[in-house]
């Protein structure tokens, strides 16, 4: 039986669900909020997150939408296959579409180094001279600009098992 992630903004938390079925579409209510619906978390493995394990909190992201994820994904994989390898402006278009379809901005950098390449840089020149900043952030940022600048604290795992009713 599979263990869902569900974040509550209101609390700041992160619980945990256990699921009588794989790929449920039901949300549930805040178990310390009663009324807040949660959001659903993509989460790689059962990691024993708890509030110590800074990895899990940081890689946290409240706000994206799986099956959105999901779809821009198997559009962007149809794409990719009719793709010239050869062009680097089709590679920066899809990862625009994918940005657009998932819901997701790309970091700043990694917008500066998709536009010089869109105005005929070359992108092995563009590699090079960004390759620092861009290997120490993450391409994709959820949420707009504005939301962006904003410093969210570290959510709390809530260490209980709940079922997903």
């Known amino acids: ?25 039901i949300i549930p209510d805040c178990p310390q909020c009663k009324s807040i619906k949660l959001s659903r978390q993509i989460s790689l493995f ?6 110590d394990n800074p990895d899990t909190a940081e890689g946290m992201m409240p706000n994206i939408d799986e099956d959105k ?5 198997n559009m962007i994989a149809r794409e990719a296959e009719n793709m010239n390898e050869d062009d680097p402006r089709q590679a920066t278009s899809l990862m625009r579409k994918l940005s657009d379809a998932a819901g997701l901005e790309m970091s700043e950098n ?16 563009v590699e090079q001279e960004m390759s620092a900043i861009l290997e120490n ?17 570290k959510p709390l795992f809530d ?7």
Do not use: H, W
């Open 110 to 125: 990694m917008e500066e180094a998709l536009s010089r390449i869109e105005q005929g840089e070359d992108p092995d020149k």
């Open 1 to 25: 039986m599979p263990i869902y992630e569900f974040y509550c903004e209101t609390c700041n938390t992160v619980y945990k669900f256990l699921s009588k079925r794989i790929n449920t579409d």
């Open 69 to 73: 994820m999901e779809r821009a994904m």
């Open 159 to 165: 260490e209980r098992l709940y079922e997903l009713k």
């Open 137 to 153: 952030e993450e391409p994709f940022v959820v949420g707009s600009k504005s939301k962006k600048s904003e410093t969210r604290k």
């Open 46 to 51: 059962n990691t024993g997150a708890g509030t």
